[in-house]
Structure formats: structure tokens, C-alpha cells
């Protein structure tokens, strides 16, 4: 199920629903939670396989998405500090003192 694995990065709250909607789980399961629910019942995994099949476009394009989010926000991150706009070169003399 990689599709799905690599589908459960911050940002992907729906994927994260439906995972916890098919283990039966409250949509405020923690992680630890899911894993358990994993683990401890093989016909999870066969669930977990029938929401990968069968919302496998819908899951990458949320995975892709948020992907693509984080590298924006890097680069955006990236591009600042590369104008000396960020707070930290302006005011660097300042932890001088």
C-alpha cells in the first residue's frame, strides 16, 4: 500500500479521514492509534488495500498536492533569505549587542 503510505504527510487530513473511517476508528485517532489498529487485525490491512484501490487517483493527487505545497513553501523560504528579506538578516547586528 504505498500509495497510501506515502499519502499520510502533514496537510493530508482527508486521506487520514478515510484511513480512520475504514479501520472504524474516531477521526481523531492518533497515529499510534492507526498503527494499532493495523496491527493488531489482518482484515484492517485488507480495508486498508480496498481504500487504496479504490480511491487511488483521488489519494495521489491529495498526496501530490501537499507535496507540491511544502516545496512551495521552502522555496518561498528559499527565495526570501536569498533578497536578505527575512527578519534574521535585517536584524543579525541586533544579537550583536
Do not use: F, Y
Not at 55 to 77: D, F, G, L, M, Y
Request: net charge negative.
Amino acid at each position: 500500500m504505498p500509495i497510501l503510505a506515502n499519502a499520510i504527510i502533514p496537510g493530508s487530513g482527508t486521506v487520514v479521514a478515510l484511513i480512520t473511517n475504514a479501520l472504524g476508528l474516531s477521526h481523531d485517532a492518533s497515529p499510534q492509534d492507526i498503527a494499532t489498529a493495523i496491527n493488531s487485525n489482518p482484515d484492517n490491512i485488507v480495508k486498508l488495500k480496498e481504500l487504496q484501490d479504490k480511491h487511488e487517483e483521488a489519494i495521489v493527487q491529495i498526496s501530490t498536492a501537499a507535496e507540491v505545497a511544502a516545496i512551495q513553501a521552502v522555496n518561498t523560504t528559499l527565495q526570501t533569505d536569498a533578497r536578505g528579506d527575512s527578519w534574521i538578516q535585517k536584524n543579525h547586528h541586533a544579537s550583536n549587542h
